[in-house]
């Protein structure tokens, strides 16, 4: 009787155990968006006043040196931003499970590496917006826009099999779309079955979605310079 409570108790916690790990990485993107665009573009848009630029000019600092530590004291935030994430996964997991996950199961180990890349894109949206200095009101609004706006055309708050083919088609050109296809083929939901070839697919592709990303943000930074 005993064994017949128990395999009857954890169907549904396994249920609910594979659904917290879906829709925690489904999230991300519309979260690191918002965030990394609050919180990078004040910042940046400040250090790109052209009082802010006169000092540092007048500073014994080279251009190529004060770049270079901009660009570390941003990519150190997003990678904090990133692992206080990934804390709350362990914690929230290990409550669920009722000990603590710290061993990740291989779904959950590429589920991780697709989510730094998304945190990467997601900076690098954020520097860009930076890049047009727009007013501190104006900020939280662009977030907003491009983090749900994305998150509504590419399947987060919504799945993709419920989007309709236009949208879809118009979705492919959002780096956040394949985010969440290699999410869906992850964790075989959404119409999608596991296919670890495809996943990698559509990580190499948000791969190429961030190098043109990141060689936009360059031009515009040579841009401003000049």
């Known amino acids: 009787i005993t064994i017949i409570i128990f395999i009857y108790y954890d169907k549904p916690f396994i249920k609910t155990c594979q659904l917290f790990f879906q829709y925690f990485f489904q999230y991300l993107p519309y979260m690191f968006i918002s965030m990394f665009i609050t919180c990078l573009c004040p910042i940046h848009v ?87 200095s727009p007013k501190d009101e104006a900020v939280s609004m662009i977030g907003n826009i491009i983090g749900l706006g994305s998150s509504f055309l590419c399947g987060v708050f919504v799945d993709q099999q419920f989007l309709g083919s236009g949208v879809l088609s118009a979705a492919r050109f959002i780096p956040v779309y394949w985010y969440v296809k290699a999410n869906n083929t992850i964790f075989g939901r959404s119409g999608e079955t596991y296919d670890i070839t495809k996943v990698f697919e559509y990580i190499g592709v948000e791969l190429l979605f961030a190098a043109f990303i990141f060689s936009i943000l360059f031009l515009l930074t040579k841009l401003n310079q000049s």
């Not at 959950?108 to 520097?127: T, Y």
């Open 46 to 132: 400040k250090f790109n006043r052209d009082d802010i630029k006169n000092r540092m000019n007048a500073s014994s600092l080279s251009v190529k040196s004060k770049t270079l530590q901009i660009l570390f004291a941003s990519s150190f935030f997003v990678l904090a931003i990133w692992i206080i994430f990934m804390l709350i996964y362990i914690g929230y997991s290990s409550v669920i499970s009722g000990k603590l996950h710290i061993i990740f199961s291989k779904n959950e180990m590429i589920a991780v590496l697709n989510s730094i890349i998304m945190a990467i894109i997601a900076a690098g949206i954020a520097l860009i917006v930076s890049s047009f």
